[in-house]
């Protein structure tokens, strides 16, 4: 339930103020200046000018002036292990890039998965990411927790989570794509996911934690296991997620392998629906998208991955129009080392600006909504999160705008998405910092990046070792 109103003294609340506001609510209401009252974990109000007069149990009060206010931002595709293998098979397509980092994959232990975790996290949520999610889908046998240590992680960095607990079971031998080592068993995969699920999923409206169902792709997973997860989702009422459609291999593959290109393949084992949502969704035809807008299946569009792999650019703007719910991933940092989400935002507008409909393929706002709402949408949580409306989680970021970076353009909204990537004076999640003013508060930023270097190089010993 959402807190009380003014006058509830037991509440603390923080007041945010003289700073422009993009709500991305559903008339995109915006404030020249205005102000933000956080009570407890919630949005209390959101408004023009001035907070109301006599506020009790006010613990903070923000002057916002110079910067803009926007929900905090959702990815809704990550590989947070990649972070320790960043800068490798640069110059590859996805097929050949998975060949050449499957067997270094292979080996990750619980402290990599934890430390490359660590570093993923935080390099969003200085960057204003407040939920986050990892699909984790190489689980060796013998190395531990590595969903739990994912998950510890993101408690101790204090953002919202979701893990899409991955899993691949179709190895070479089976006509798959990984190596045979770096694959589970159909039953094990099964289990595994069942008991992250019962273990970790809060299903309530304050959740910080969530599972979905993520087996990797059609390329490394078999049919059963698609199948299977997909019933054990909806038996659990959980998400699922899953990469599709991301290359013009992946396509081939399908029509080889199952006669039907990936989204007849989707929705012949049951992977189309309003509890989907699909990394990538590259190759998509007419009927593609009329399948997913038919079903309200979701995208996480990352633009900087596809562009770094070569898999050519989502058709965004189509999506959109036929009602495709579209959030914005940054991908596995091996094929996107920045691992920013804020670039994204820029990023997915030029690289659609380089489709089909140029000048007309997404404006700032449009980039903006993807990369807060759009992400609730995938997630399912659009009555929680994405956007800054009274009874919302209080999940929200402070950009600065008034440095030589970004000072001399007056629409705010477009200085944060066609601009440089702009500072972090604020970011709350739940009401509480996990920025402020551009340092994470929940974590040592130095400390990360020396675990992250020793843990990368642990890999790159085991891995040269064979
Ligand atoms: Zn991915």
């Not at 975790?117 to 949520?125: E, F, K, N, T, V």
């Not at 949580?381 to 030589?404: C, F, H, M, N, Y």
């Amino acid at each position: 339930m959402a807190p009380s109103a003014a006058g509830d003294g037991a509440l603390e609340r923080i007041v945010i103020e003289n700073c422009a506001i993009a709500t991305v609510d559903a008339d995109d209401t915006e404030y020249a200046s205005g102000h933000v009252v956080v009570a407890g974990n919630r949005i209390e109000s959101v408004g023009a000018g001035r907070a109301p007069e006599g506020l009790g149990g006010v613990v903070r009060r923000i002057d916002g002036t110079g910067h803009l206010a926007t929900p905090g931002l959702v990815n809704t595709h990550h590989h947070f292990y990649q972070w320790i293998t960043r800068g490798l098979a640069t110059d590859h397509n996805l097929f050949n890039w998975l060949v050449a980092l499957y067997p270094t994959w292979a080996r990750i232990d619980e402290p990599m998965v934890r430390a490359a975790a660590q570093g993923s996290l935080a390099m969003m949520a200085r960057g204003g990411v407040t939920t986050a999610m990892d699909h984790h889908y190489v689980y060796p046998r013998g190395s531990g927790d590595l969903s739990g240590a994912v998950i510890a992680a993101a408690r101790e960095m204090g953002v919202r989570f979701t893990l899409a607990r991955g899993s691949m079971d179709r190895g070479t031998s089976d006509g798959g794509l990984p190596p045979d080592f770096a694959v589970e068993s159909l039953e094990g995969a099964l289990a595994g996911t069942e008991e992250t699920i019962d273990k970790h999923h809060d299903a309530s409206f304050d959740a910080m934690t969530q599972v979905a169902v993520a087996p990797c792709s059609p390329f490394s997973v078999s049919t059963e296991l698609m199948r299977q997860g997909a019933e054990l989702a909806r038996r659990k009422g959980v998400r699922l997620h899953t990469h599709g459609s991301e290359t013009v291999e992946e396509e081939e593959f399908c029509k080889e392998l199952f006669g039907m290109g990936p989204t007849d393949y989707f929705e012949s084992t049951g992977w189309l629906g309003s509890d989907v949502w699909m990394a990538h969704c590259v190759h998509m035809n007419d009927s593609d998208i009329a399948a997913f807008a038919r079903t309200g299946t979701g995208v996480a569009h990352c633009p900087s991955s596809n562009a770094r792999l070569a898999a050519g650019i989502a058709r965004v703007p189509d999506m959109l129009k036929a009602g495709v719910p579209v959030g914005l991933g940054v991908d596995g940092t091996a094929s996107n080392e920045s691992g920013e989400l804020h670039t994204e935002l820029r990023n997915a507008l030029l690289i659609n600006r380089l489709g089909a409909h140029r000048e007309a393929a997404l404006n700032a706002r449009q980039a903006l909504r993807l990369g807060t709402y759009g992400g609730a949408q995938v997630l399912g949580r659009t009555g929680q999160i994405g956007s800054l409306e009274p009874g919302k989680l209080a999940d929200l970021v402070l950009w600065k705008l008034d440095t030589l970076a970004h000072s001399s353009i007056a629409d705010p909204v477009v200085a944060l998405v066609l601009g440089a990537a702009a500072p972090v004076s604020l970011s709350l999640v739940d009401g509480k910092p996990v920025v402020e003013a551009g340092h994470l508060t929940t974590v040592d930023e130095d400390a990360i990046a020396r675990s992250t270097r020793d843990e990368a190089q642990r890999l790159a010993r085991i891995a040269a070792q064979g």
